[in-house]
């Protein structure tokens, strides 16, 4: 099956994002063209799958900014509602996360990055998130959508590594250790 592999940038108080999906906090960081990771990760997998949410905040920033095929996850969208620019590269999928992990292995994908709040979650709680690089951004937002959310169960992690930018921003590598799949 499909792994599923998560790099993302949260404040230092858990958040991806403001109540209302603003990201202005996350824009406004200068970073001085720091190389975070993002262009080998996203060498390392075959396309994206993200949320509606996430979908509709990439498309306020104007150009198209990934390389790979894209699977927009939702129950309300459908192909019509993807820009006519973007259909070639943009699928939307009203699948749950197994279902869609095992659609894309039929398609040939090894490895897709999984993107957005709610997105991480689910695939977090069906097993199917293997590693997740988190990048700390040095600000305290006091509130927002939290990357995580309620848990059924512990989800136990392994650190991989932790690397530190100029900027202040820190970025930490964990293995998510599946219930089989567990290392003293």
Same mark, same amino acid.
């Not at 390389?67 to 999928?93: E, F």
């Not at 490895?111 to 600000?139: C, E, K, N, W």
């Given at each position: =099956?499909?792994?599923? $592999? #998560?790099? +993302?940038?949260?404040? /230092?108080?858990?958040?991806?994002?403001?109540?209302?999906?603003?990201?202005?906090?996350?824009?406004?960081q &200068?970073?001085?063209?720091?190389? $975070?990771?993002?262009?080998?990760? =996203?060498?390392?997998?075959?396309? @994206?799958?993200?949320?509606?949410?996430?979908?509709?905040?990439? /498309?306020?920033?104007?150009?198209?900014?990934?390389?790979?095929?894209?699977?927009? =996850?939702?129950?309300?969208?459908?192909?019509?509602? @993807?820009?006519?620019?973007?259909?070639?590269?943009?699928?939307?999928?009203? *699948?749950?996360?197994?279902?869609?992990?095992?659609?894309?292995?039929?398609?040939g994908?090894?490895?897709? %990055?999984?993107?957005?709040?709610?997105?991480? &979650?689910?695939?977090?709680?069906?097993?199917? @998130?293997?590693?997740?690089? *988190?990048? $700390?951004?040095?600000? /305290?937002?006091?509130?927002?959508?939290? *990357?995580?959310?309620? /848990?059924?169960?512990? +989800?136990?992690?392994? $650190?991989?590594?932790?690397?530190?930018?100029?900027?202040?921003?820190?970025?930490s590598? %964990?293995? #998510?250790? &599946?219930?089989?799949?567990?290392?003293?």
């Amino acid at each position: =099956m499909t792994t599923g $592999h #998560v790099f +993302i940038a949260i404040s /230092l108080d858990g958040f991806i994002a403001r109540r209302d999906g603003n990201i202005d906090w996350l824009m406004k960081q &200068q970073t001085s063209g720091e190389d $975070h990771g993002y262009d080998a990760f =996203m060498a390392s997998v075959d396309g @994206i799958i993200m949320g509606r949410g996430t979908f509709e905040k990439v /498309l306020t920033f104007g150009d198209w900014s990934y390389p790979k095929p894209v699977v927009v =996850m939702s129950g309300t969208l459908n192909d019509a509602d @993807i820009p006519g620019d973007l259909r070639d590269k943009v699928q939307v999928s009203a *699948l749950g996360p197994a279902e869609i992990m095992r659609e894309l292995a039929d398609k040939g994908w090894a490895r897709a %990055y999984v993107d957005g709040g709610r997105v991480i &979650q689910s695939f977090l709680q069906a097993g199917l @998130i293997s590693d997740m690089t *988190l990048t $700390h951004i040095p600000v /305290l937002i006091g509130e927002g959508l939290p *990357l995580f959310g309620k /848990l059924d169960r512990d +989800i136990d992690l392994e $650190h991989l590594e932790t690397r530190s930018f100029p900027s202040g921003l820190v970025s930490s590598t %964990y293995r #998510v250790r &599946q219930a089989g799949n567990r290392t003293p």
